[in-house]
DNA sequence: AGTTCGATCGCCT
DNA sequence: GGCGATCGAACTG
């Protein structure tokens, strides 16, 4: 396993780090997989962002300083985990849609129990977390130290990206902010 | 203090 | 394809 990503690649725009994370490896207590989908929430300009309405008790990781996970629940049962980009002191955060399982499948199946297919046991936001046992007490760590941690791939393996408007959002909803890897079969759902 | 509604998922038809 | 679960943040008054 290669060193985490450093703090400096994270500390650039959000588009950037969005894209930048597809094909990278997340790892939480023996269980990782491939990052195949992302989403970038905008610190300005971007009503879909929960940063969109300023600095708040709960926005507060999203303008802090890069490399943090930011861990919100959403409809009062599942965890979403989001990485957050740009310098300290501006906002904008990229979500983490969708994993290719690699390490610690047990774990997985253990965590998800009705799942059949390796495909879907982490094909979706709040299905990767629970997944891997994220949980909203993993909200602000530092992910360039763990015990959520992000790693290069062991080899680089070429591939597509693929770009889209965001899954299950109403405002600014036709925004090209997602990004996820072309053909892969770990991708949440195919939207173009 | 009460209401609305969401960056989702899995089960039902 | 539709819908219920489940709860806290943000907004209304």
Redo the contacts with the bound molecule.
């Keep these: 396993m290669k060193a985490p990503l450093p703090r400096s690649f994270y500390t650039h725009h959000t588009v950037r780090v969005a894209r930048a994370l597809l094909g990278k490896i997340l790892v939480h207590e023996g269980t990782s997989g491939r990052i195949v989908e992302t989403?970038a929430?905008l610190g300005i300009d971007d009503g879909?962002?929960?940063?969109a309405?300023g600095l708040?008790?709960?926005?507060r990781v999203?303008f802090g300083p890069p490399g943090h996970a930011?861990v919100?629940?959403?409809?009062?049962?599942?965890d979403?985990l989001?990485l957050v980009a740009e310098p300290d002191g501006v906002a904008g955060?990229v979500?983490i849609r969708a994993l290719e399982p690699m390490d610690g499948l047990d774990q997985m199946r253990w965590r998800?129990p009705?799942?059949t297919r390796v495909e879907?046991l982490a094909n979706?936001?709040?299905?990767?977390t629970?997944a891997l046992g994220i949980t909203l007490g993993h909200n602000g760590i530092d992910v360039t130290r763990g015990p959520i941690t992000v790693h290069p791939a062991e080899k680089s393996a070429a591939f597509e990206i693929a770009v889209s408007h965001?899954?299950?959002?109403?405002?600014s909803a036709d925004l090209p902010l997602r990004f996820f890897i072309k053909g892969n079969r770990c991708v949440?759902v195919n939207v173009k």
């Design positions: 989403e929430y879909a962002a929960h940063s309405h708040t008790e709960r926005t999203i930011y919100y629940l959403i409809y009062g049962m599942y979403c989001n955060c979500l998800r009705r799942v879907d979706g936001p709040g299905k990767l629970r965001r899954i299950g959002i109403t405002k949440s």
